[in-house]
Structure formats: structure tokens, C-alpha cells
């Protein structure tokens, strides 16, 4: 599965963004879908996943309450809803496909895109 990330901006504090990423390849429904980001000088951390069906999510404690995962699996799509935004949350986002929602390390996710950058101004 190829994957592209898009939506990323620049934003102030507390603004809000929606990130989408594009799939391609007819096995996408068979993969969890998970976000992560990478700020400059840092890892890269997970941010949230869904699971195949989409309806059960997972999210980093640094942005539950404030970011929303979502996907939809007849357009390939899946989605970032970021609000209440916050200078710390300035990164690079990515998108990334594999086999469990509950995996939190990037290294076990299979698939990447580019990632989109995202800039919270304070």
C-alpha cells in the first residue's frame, strides 16, 4: 500500500488542522492505520491509530481530547481532526499502515508516506 499525507500548515495556537492521507492499493481495508509525528532533534512518536473496521481508536496521552483519527474505507482515506493546537505539537506528520492498532513503535508499522509538516506559531 502507498500512502500520501496532506493537509499540514502553518497555524496559530489553538487553531485547527485536518490532515488527510490517501491510500492506494485495494488492500487497505486489511491494515490498522496509525498517525505519528516527528519534531526536529526528536523520535518519532506515535500520535493515534484506528483499526481495520474504524471503529476502535487509540491516541497519545499528550493529545487525547484533542485529536480526532478516522478513516474511511471505500474512499482509502484516513484522517487527522487536530484541534485546540499547541506549539509542542509542531512536527512532521505521518501516515502509516500495519497490522495492529495497538502497536505504538514505528518501527513495527509497515508502510509509510511523506509525512506533511505541521507548525503551531505561539
Known amino acids: 500500500v502507498q500512502l500520501q499525507a496532506s493537509g499540514g500548515g502553518l497555524v496559530q495556537t489553538g487553531g485547527s488542522l485536518r490532515l488527510s492521507c490517501a491510500a492506494s492499493?485495494?488492500?487497505?481495508?486489511?491494515?490498522?492505520m496509525g498517525w505519528f509525528r516527528q519534531a526536529p532533534g526528536k523520535e518519532r512518536e506515535f500520535v493515534a491509530s484506528?483499526?481495520?473496521?474504524?471503529?476502535?481508536?487509540f491516541s497519545a496521552d499528550s493529545v487525547k481530547g484533542r485529536f480526532t483519527i478516522s478513516r474511511d474505507n471505500a474512499k482509502r482515506m484516513v484522517y487527522l481532526e487536530m484541534s485546540s493546537l499547541k506549539p509542542d505539537d509542531t512536527a512532521v506528520y505521518y501516515c502509516?499502515?500495519?497490522?495492529?492498532?495497538?502497536?505504538?513503535?514505528?518501527?513495527?508499522?509497515?508502510?509509510w508516506g511523506k509525512g506533511t509538516l505541521v507548525t503551531v506559531s505561539s
Open positions: 484506528v483499526g481495520k473496521s474504524g471503529i476502535t481508536t
Open positions: 492499493g485495494r488492500t487497505f481495508g486489511t491494515y490498522a
Open positions: 502509516a499502515a500495519g497490522t495492529s492498532l495497538l502497536v505504538r513503535s514505528p518501527r513495527e508499522w509497515d508502510y
